[in-house]
Every structure is written in structure tokens, then in C-alpha cells.
């Protein structure tokens, strides 16, 4: 397990500080965006999906923007490793990864899908990716997936934190904190929160995405949460347990009041090493 933790985390690291590399076979390292491909009438169109891959030495992961949503998942059975073009010899539909360095690698796989809109039915798809390209989105919530977790001075809510649970009223809640945590170190654990200085970034384990806002902080105790996509504003009140775990107020049939408890990860690891190494196969 040590192994791969150092692996997935010398990716993110290369994933933002990509080395400039002439040759073209080296195995693609890091986030790349699909930037365009060709479509099943042959003809190369600007990409259709704001999708970036995230290579790693144990895992492939794909991370799609849809709006203010995305997805983080295991789309690809492989990982991307130079093949070349060429058919492989004992198995002609293998998917194919050529051109590649730390700036680009285009993706050859064989699609299988039936009328879809760009991709062919039992033909060859090809996709061409290229690194240090971003949307605004997927680069903010990159950026907080892939960062060490770490506090700040003078905002107690920035960094990572892990849902704990809903509780309909505080008056016991301190007594309730030990069986909560022993539920999230059960992996339990069914959500995390991200607070930037910018933007809150909600993750949840069961759907693998989840959304973007923007952050304004009010002080200490008052967040302002803006959903550019559906143009809603909303302001969450937060009540301080200790200086890493909070009580935020959610509204519930448009009068009742609940408290979502979350709680701040324990070490610095970056939540998106802990998502891919859910992944791996041991």
C-alpha cells in the first residue's frame, strides 16, 4: 500500500509541474484534457466534453466537468502505458496509447456503442489529449483534489473535511462524536467537503462527484455559497465544536433545521490519493 500511495502522489505532483520531454513513447504521467477527436464520420472535431484523464503508475482515472458537476472515476480497466500504434499482436481491439509525453498522448480504443453522436459502432475512436489545459471549474476542484490538506491561520475553514453525520438538534452532539468517528474509520465515511479561499467543492463516495460553488466567507460563523450554473445563492450559519469540527445549518421542507457535522481529515494527505486508492487493485 506504501508503494502505491507514493506512486499516485508523485502523479499529482507531475500532473502540475509537467517536465518538458522530447521523445514521443514515454508512458503519459498526469492530467490531460481531451482537446479533440475523430468522430465516426472520420473527421477530427474540437472535443465535445470538457473529460481530462489523470494517469498514474497504478490507476487511470477520468474526471469530467458537466456545469458546476463533475465525476471522478475508473473508466479505463488499464493503465495508460506507451503500446504504440501498431494492432497488439495477441489481441487486435487493445486500446492503444501513441504520441505520448508529459505534454500530450493520443488514445486509440475500439467503441462499441451503438448511435452515439461522435462515436462509431465496432470501429476504432481516436482522441488526442493535451496537458496544462484546464477550464476555469476543473482546475479549481483539480487543484483542491489533488493539494495537501493543511489549515489557515485566518480562515479556520479552509482545507479538507469529512462528513460525519445529520443530527436534528446540537444539545448532545459532543457526546455522539466518538461513535461518529468510528463509523467514518469504518470507511463510513460518505462524503467530504473542500474550502478554498475561493470555492466550496462537495465530494460524495456514492455518486464519485459532485459539485462547485463559489465561497464567501462571512467572518467565522457565516458562509455565502453561490451556484453560478443555476444562478442560487445560499448562505449556510456554522456553529464551532472544536477548531476542527463544525455543526452547518441546513434548512429541510423550508422550516425545519438540521446540522450536518463534518470534521477535518486527519493528516495531510490530498483527498484525491485517497479516492484513487480506492481503485487499485492489490
Known amino acids: 500500500m506504501k508503494a502505491t500511495f507514493t506512486n499516485i502522489m508523485a502523479a499529482a505532483a507531475i500532473a502540475f509541474a509537467p517536465t518538458l520531454c522530447m521523445a514521443q513513447t514515454d508512458n503519459p504521467r498526469g492530467v490531460y484534457k481531451l482537446t479533440s477527436l475523430i468522430n465516426k464520420e472520420g473527421v477530427t472535431i474540437q472535443a465535445p466534453f470538457d473529460q481530462y484523464k489523470i494517469c498514474t503508475d497504478s490507476v487511470t482515472l477520468m474526471f469530467t466537468m458537466q456545469g458546476s458537476g463533475f465525476s471522478l472515476g475508473k473508466n479505463d480497466s488499464q493503465v495508460f502505458n506507451y503500446t504504440g ?135 467565522k460563523k457565516k458562509i455565502m455559497m453561490v451556484d453560478e450554473q443555476h444562478k442560487k445563492a445560499h448562505e449556510h450559519a456554522f456553529i464551532w465544536l472544536s477548531k476542527d469540527c463544525f455543526a452547518m445549518e441546513v434548512h429541510l421542507d423550508g422550516y425545519r433545521t438540521d446540522y450536518q457535522i463534518w470534521e477535518r481529515m486527519p493528516d495531510s494527505t490530498p483527498l484525491f490519493n485517497r479516492i484513487a486508492s480506492q481503485y487499485v487493485v492489490h
Open 85 to 219: 500504434e501498431k494492432p497488439d499482436a495477441n489481441n487486435a481491439t487493445a486500446t492503444r496509447i501513441f504520441d505520448s509525453n508529459a505534454e500530450h498522448f493520443t488514445l486509440k480504443w475500439w467503441s462499441t456503442y451503438q448511435s452515439h453522436l461522435y462515436f462509431p459502432h465496432n470501429d476504432w475512436c481516436t482522441e488526442f489529449y493535451e496537458s496544462g489545459k484546464y477550464t476555469n471549474n476543473a482546475k479549481a476542484i483539480l487543484d483542491a483534489l489533488m493539494s495537501p490538506n493543511a489549515s489557515h491561520p485566518q480562515n479556520p475553514f479552509i482545507g479538507t473535511w469529512r462528513f460525519l453525520g445529520m443530527m436534528d438538534e446540537l444539545r448532545d452532539v459532543k457526546k455522539q462524536l466518538n461513535a461518529l468517528r468510528k463509523d467514518a474509520a469504518k470507511g463510513m465515511n460518505i462524503g467530504n467537503l473542500i474550502f478554498t479561499h475561493s470555492h466550496a467543492i462537495m465530494y460524495s463516495n456514492s455518486t464519485r462527484g459532485g459539485s462547485i460553488e463559489l465561497a464567501a466567507y462571512n467572518g
